[in-house]
């Protein structure tokens, strides 16, 4: 009933810049919480940044300083800019929503994943 839908993913060069965006639609009352995931080639997914519908946040430590996660409230959107990108960013981003529906039930859902990769 909630859909994410990413973009801003592709090929960059080490050092370089990307940013991504997540739009979430549906039945929606609030989003709780709006979240950055990624999954690298045989790795298991990690979260990258959360950021809450007061605008807190929080990083993964190897992100801090180089990524910055913020949303659009009237938008429902997420963003993650993310600069001085390394090869170690490559992988694939899913955004991921928590909130409430208009029927009071809660959500929880995921986008389709964009592909990030960084290369020379």
């Known amino acids: 009933q909630v859909q994410l839908v990413e973009s801003g ?6 050092g370089g810049s990307l ?16 979240d950055w995931y990624r999954q690298a080639p045989g790795k298991q997914r990690e979260l990258v940044a959360v950021i809450s519908s007061g605008g807190n946040t929080n ?4 992100v ?3 990524f910055t996660i913020s949303r659009d409230n009237a938008k429902n959107t997420v963003y993650l800019q993310m ?6 960013d490559t992988a694939v981003y899913y955004c991921h929503a928590k909130g409430r529906l208009l029927n009071r039930a809660g959500f929880s859902s995921w986008g389709q994943g964009t ?3 960084v290369s020379s």
Do not use: H, W
Not at 9 to 14: A, E, N, T, Y
Not at 19 to 34: E, K, T, W
Not at 59 to 62: A, F, H, K, L, R
């Open 9 to 14: 993913g592709g090929l960059v060069q080490p």
């Open 64 to 66: 801090k300083g180089r």
């Open 59 to 62: 990083y993964n430590d190897s």
């Open 83 to 88: 600069n001085s990108l390394k090869p170690e």
């Open 115 to 117: 592909q990030v990769t």
């Open 19 to 34: 940013r991504l965006s997540c739009a979430a639609s549906g039945s929606i009352s609030s989003i709780y919480f709006m």
